[in-house]
């Protein structure tokens, strides 16, 4: 079993930046591929950013590209989202997840076999 702890989301006016941090625990962190979801009010869980489990390779979704920077620390077993030049439309919950030898090319949701809980980030305007 793997357990993702997401932590660093908070209120931010826009054009702000924060950095929200998930911590895994339970298996070994470096064989898992590393996903950022987020979900606004009424809409569905969306892709954000992953980190292949090699490190080496990132997908964005177009609209946070330039914006966010996806990475991860293996000696913290912890993976980072780096949100700079926030918006409005960047209000969601924000969920990391992990699969196992997950490539950057894991980009739905149902792909995903372990999640944490969230963590809710509001932009103000």
């Known amino acids: 079993q793997v357990q993702l702890v997401e932590s660093g989301g908070g209120l931010v006016q826009a054009g702000g930046s924060l950095r929200l941090s998930c911590a895994v625990s339970g298996r070994t962190f470096s064989n898992y591929g590393m996903g950022w979801f987020r979900q606004a009010p009424g809409k569905e869980r969306e892709f954000v950013a992953v980190m292949s489990w090699t490190g080496g390779r990132t997908t964005y979704t177009d609209s946070v590209k330039g914006r966010f920077t996806i990475s991860r620390d293996n000696a913290k077993n912890t993976v980072y989202l780096q949100m700079n030049s926030l918006e409005p439309e960047d209000t969601a919950v924000y969920y990391c997840?992990?699969?196992?030898?997950?490539?950057?090319?894991?980009?739905?949701?149902?792909?995903?076999?372990?999640w944490g809980q969230g963590t809710q980030v509001t932009v103000s305007s």
């Open positions: 997840a992990a699969k196992f030898m997950g490539w950057n090319t894991v980009l739905t949701s149902t792909e995903y076999n372990y």
